[in-house]
């Protein structure tokens, strides 16, 4: 997904869920890390986490993208906009929203090592290794690291 494509997707979330306009601006940032999206106080931009779409799909994406504009939206009419306010609480709840952003995992690669051809495999994300075995010999896997 491109930024050009993030943005207008947060401009019709921002419509169909919230009836109101999304005027700021929408960015893709990759360092975020952990953090699915951000809301920027001062100028009201928002960033988000380029992670989430990639690993955990456009759905997953777009309750990420509601929870953002429940910050922008509450914080522009000047009510409780923080996670512990009800404002925040009760807006998130009615466009469903994700309380918390999914976890990306940022962290190292993990790395794999076939027990039969030694090929190494490095993956983002964990893999069930009873599932999943070596693309060259069909070789089962051990995590290495
Ligand atoms: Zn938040
Ligand atoms: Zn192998």
Redesign the pocket.
Known sequence: MTNNELQKLVEEVSLTSFHLPFKHQAIFNRRLKSTG???HLKDHHLDFNPLIVEQHGLAEFIKVIK??L??YHLHLTKRGYK?QDQD?KQLLKKVDGSRF?PTVSTGKEKTYLCKKCGQKISRQRKIDTNRFVCGKCNGKLRLIA
């Open positions: 999206g951000r809301y929870h953002e429940c910050h996670h925040f952003a």
